[in-house]
Structure formats: C-alpha cells, structure tokens
C-alpha cells in the first residue's frame, strides 16, 4: 500500500498563486506517474498535470500555460506551482501515484479562487 499526501491548498484571489505538494511513501516498487487532478462541484475528476517516468510532463490545455509541475524523485515527492489563478480552478486537488499498475489517491486539497 501506498500512502499520498498532498498540502499546500488554500485561498487565494484572481490572479494569485498557490503551490501545492504531493509526496507518497517508500515503495520497494518503482513510482511509474505522480500526477495532480482536480475536481469542482458538479464536475468529473480532471487531469491537471502528470510526470511520468520521473521526467515526461503533461498538462491540462487549460492550465499549461499558468502551470508548473516538478518532483524531487528522491522525496517521492511532487509540486505544482500555479499562477495567474482563475477563478474556475476552484476544485478540490487530488494527487495521484501510480505503482505497478495500481493506482493510489490522496485526500485531497481544496483551493479556492475568489474574490
């Protein structure tokens, strides 16, 4: 089993920025993904931004832009760093790792943007 815990949400105004942290527990397996997606009330969870392999990313089209995903492989550990914040990238951020085919979920973050 793998644990996920991700922090860093909060609330923020149009236009600010957050950064948020994902880190997952020691597997004797190797960390195929590490990826963040979010869900708003009402709405399918989404994909925002993925690692894959430890170094191949991948984003979301409506975030690219605004978004930065890193990791520190040795920490099992990712980020996401988001500016310019719009007001429908409120949801709850969920993060993700998948080992050996399996996928594990943390808790979840909310971020809210609002004025």
């Known amino acids: 089993q793998v644990q996920v815990a991700e922090s860093g949400g909060g609330f923020v105004q149009p236009g600010g920025s957050l950064r948020l942290s994902c880190t997952a527990s020691?597997?004797?397996?190797?960390?195929?993904?590490m990826g963040w997606y979010r869900q708003a009330p009402g709405n399918q969870r989404e994909l925002v931004a993925a690692?894959?392999?430890?170094?191949?990313?991948t984003y979301a089209d409506n975030v690219k832009d605004r978004f930065t995903i890193s990791g520190d492989n040795a920490k099992n550990t990712i980020y996401l760093q988001m500016n310019n914040l719009k007001s429908e990238d409120t949801a709850v951020y969920f993060c993700?790792?998948?080992?050996?085919?399996?996928?594990?979920w943390g808790q979840g973050t909310q971020v809210t943007v609002s004025s």
């Open positions: 993700k790792t998948i080992v050996r085919g399996h996928d594990f």
């Open positions: 020691r597997t004797i397996y190797p960390i195929y993904a």
């Open positions: 690692i894959i392999g430890g170094s191949k990313t």
